[in-house]
């Protein structure tokens, strides 16, 4: 008896591609049964399939059988005030659905390869994955789940996404900011020039000071030296906020791109003898719970919103109750005013 020489179990979506002579995105088009494949592609992408007798890694019990009941969600990290509002929300959602939930760390140091690993174990029926940009690699590993996606914070062809543009929200807190009078802005931000966060809302910062006239000056836009979290902490925000006082001591407003990194400047602020909003007015970026009691400006994303209505696809995909095209959803910011920039200090409802 003849034995190939080929092991299915390491068989993946990039054999399949090669054997096709397609892109990995068509494979996963045809995994994802998406209409936008044409029907001699779609044939041969089925035919080398069958060939290479490949098989998405994922247990073979469904949640439409009530066999196994886990969504997983994989997040950069679990401790940040960020993705604790986003779990919220998806938390809350899940609630009465008799569903087991299944959490990955991804970590900041390797998240591309502890998503593989991830993967790997294929136990669970959906997955939304937060945070991680994904590229071609990425978009032909969650394929091979054979299970829903959905994808929050990035944008994808053929996986639904909810994602934010960046760059519009930072000009809306720092046009805020000179409508207040302020012409001596600075920015707190990470020290990792290659996070597209960081990237967009220095361009948003930009953006606003130059459409109002003002000079863009790079030595006004400081970040701490504490990495942890990608550099978005109350420790890295707290050393930003005491460069831009030693450096740039007349600066009378700042725009922190998150408000953990604005709360850790607040308190530098306070250290240095200075007040907000009197001495220096303080907007942060993202509108985290903490925000609403402190009285912190702030631009809002909504991820407790997002996390529910993410889960809600999600559970639709698993239910098959929406098998059309995948939806794509851009969340736009909210400018959110409080004392830290003037604003009235309203009472707190959550």
Request: with cysteine; charged share 25%.
């Amino acid at each position: 008896m003849t034995q190939d020489p080929r092991d299915d179990s390491k068989t993946t979506i990039y054999d399949v591609a090669e054997h096709a002579g397609v892109a990995i995105s068509t494979v996963s088009r045809v995994l994802n049964n998406s209409r936008d494949v044409s029907d001699s592609t779609r044939e041969t992408v089925l035919k080398a399939i069958q060939k290479l007798q490949f098989r998405p890694n994922r247990t073979a019990k469904s949640l439409a059988q009530r066999a196994t009941r886990t969504v997983a969600v994989a997040v950069p990290t679990f401790t940040t005030p960020f993705h604790n509002e986003l779990l919220k929300g998806v938390r809350s959602e899940l609630d009465g659905n008799d569903l087991d939930l299944l959490l990955c760390d991804l970590s900041w140091e390797a998240p591309k390869a502890t998503l593989k690993k991830f993967l790997a174990r294929g136990a669970m029926d959906g997955l939304l994955v937060a945070g991680l940009p994904v590229d071609e690699e990425i978009a032909g590993e969650l394929s091979t789940l054979g299970a829903p996606v959905v994808l929050v914070g990035t944008q994808w062809d053929d996986m639904d996404s909810f994602y934010w543009d960046e760059e519009p929200g930072a000009e809306m807190a720092v046009r805020h900011l000179i409508e207040q009078g302020h012409t001596d802005i600075a920015m707190i931000t990470t020290p990792h020039d290659g996070n597209r966060l960081r990237n967009a809302r220095v361009k948003g910062y930009r953006a606003a000071l130059e459409a109002a006239g003002l000079p863009f000056d790079p030595d006004r836009i400081a970040q701490g030296e504490t990495a942890k979290h990608d550099g978005f902490s109350e420790e890295s925000g707290y050393e930003g906020m005491q460069v831009i006082l030693d450096a740039h001591p007349d600066v009378t407003a700042v725009f922190a791109s998150s408000d953990v990194q604005a709360i850790g400047a607040w308190q530098a602020i306070r250290h240095a003898g200075k007040s907000v909003p009197d001495d220096i007015a303080l907007i942060g970026y993202d509108d985290i719970k903490i925000s609403r009691f402190i009285g912190l400006s702030s631009v809002a994303q909504n991820m407790h919103d997002v996390g529910e209505e993410a889960t809600n696809v999600l559970l639709q995909r698993l239910r098959r109750a929406n098998a059309g095209r995948t939806m794509s959803k851009l969340i736009r910011p909210t400018l959110r005013v409080r004392k830290s920039t003037g604003g009235e200090d309203v009472p707190v409802r959550d």
